[in-house]
């Protein structure tokens, strides 16, 4: 089995920046295929960035330029460096596999941006 614990919110305000890191750990776990999703205050939880399939990593419009998705092996985690962060970037940001079969989803962490 897999474990995925999200860490790093905070409230920042607008063009700060924020690192959140997703630790992995369990039995044949592995940094391969996870990818980071948001969930705004009533709007639904999307994928905003992943890897492909060769390691190249891919964002949705409004994080292209701003975030960039980290492997970090000696931490064994995905980490997401965001940085000029608006006030729209608003919401719980959890991880998971980027496609196939989900693991539970954790509780996340909460990311707040001010004006």
């Known amino acids: 089995q897999v474990q995925l614990v999200e860490s790093g919110g905070a409230s920042v305000q607008a063009g700060g920046s924020l690192r959140l890191s997703c630790e992995v750990s369990?039995?044949?776990?592995?940094?391969?295929?996870i990818g980071w999703y948001r969930q705004p205050p009533g709007l639904s939880r999307d994928l905003i960035a992943r890897f492909s399939i060769l390691g190249d990593p891919i964002y949705v419009d409004y994080a292209r330029g701003r975030f960039r998705i980290i492997k970090d092996i000696t931490k064994h985690s995905v980490d997401l460096q965001m940085d000029r962060l608006k006030p729209e970037d608003t919401a719980v940001y959890y991880c998971?596999?980027?496609?196939?079969?989900?693991?539970?989803w954790g509780q996340g962490t909460q990311v707040t941006v001010s004006p």
């Open positions: 998971n596999r980027d496609s196939g079969r989900m693991h539970p």
């Open positions: 369990g039995t044949m776990s592995g940094l391969d295929g």
